[in-house]
Nanobody, 123 residues
Framework: QVQLVESGGGLVQPGGSLRLSCAASGRTFSSYAMGWFRQAPGKERDFVAAITWESTTFYAGSLKGRFTISRDNAKNTVFLQMNALKPEDTAVYYC?????????????????WGQGTQVTVSS
């Protein structure tokens, strides 16, 4: 069993930056692929970025260049650096873990989910 806890969300002005963190429990964290998703009110949960245990990354095309995913296997933590934030980035951001270690944008491929952290971009 893996438990995921996100942190780092909050209110930020347009153009600002935030760094989200996801702390994972469990001895096998380093073998899992990790993903970030987001869900705005009334919308589906959308893929943001994913990373393998060896730090191969995969991004939603519209977000590449502004968002960066990274991980620290020694600290069981995955990060999402978000720059040049826009009001349309407002959403609850979720961390997820995939046991099979494969990068995917499909929510169904992920086995564990955190509770989410709210990101609000507004002036």
């Amino acid at each position: 069993q893996v438990q995921l806890v996100e942190s780092g969300g909050g209110l930020v002005q347009p153009g600002g930056s935030l760094r989200l963190s996801c702390a994972a429990s469990g001895r096998t964290f380093s073998s899992y692929a990790m993903g970030w998703f987001r869900q705005a009110p009334g919308k589906e949960r959308d893929f943001v970025a994913a990373i393998t245990w060896e730090s191969t990354t995969f991004y939603a095309g519209s977000l590449k260049g502004r968002f960066t995913i990274s991980r620290d296997n020694a600290k069981n933590t995955v990060f999402l650096q978000m720059n040049a934030l826009k009001p349309e980035d407002t959403a609850v951001y979720y961390c997820a873990a995939a046991r099979d270690g494969v990068l995917s944008r499909n929510v169904d491929r992920y086995d564990y989910w955190g509770q989410g952290t709210q990101v609000t971009v507004s002036s």
